[in-house]
């Protein structure tokens, strides 16, 4: 199983203080579909996919922050169940 979580505190463009909670938790198969080998594998080979089909056109080594690979690779590993879960919660500026 694989448990990541990232927590960030903003304040929006309304002067309000959030908290925003980001969560995925992937569970493997059995000791060759592991949660590991999802998480890892799974965004490689549908990279390697969209290249060879021609959905990415960029070429060399290159970070995946750009629309034209994190959206396709990001949609795909939604429909196999692996995505984060969100949640915002304003906080109280008396805390």
Do not use: C, W
Not at 58 to 79: F, N, Q
């Amino acid at each position: 199983m694989i448990v990541m979580q990232h927590l960030f505190e903003y304040t929006d463009k309304n002067a309000t203080s959030k908290k925003l909670t980001s969560s995925l938790v992937v569970k493997g198969d059995d000791a060759v579909y592991t949660a590991m080998a999802k998480t890892v594998g799974l965004p490689l080979a549908i990279t390697s996919k969209l290249i060879l089909n021609g959905r990415i056109k960029s070429r060399g080594v290159v970070v995946p922050v750009t629309k034209e690979i994190y959206e396709p690779v990001l949609k795909e590993l939604e429909a196999l169940q692996i995505t984060f879960k969100e949640t915002t919660k304003r906080v109280d500026s008396k805390q």
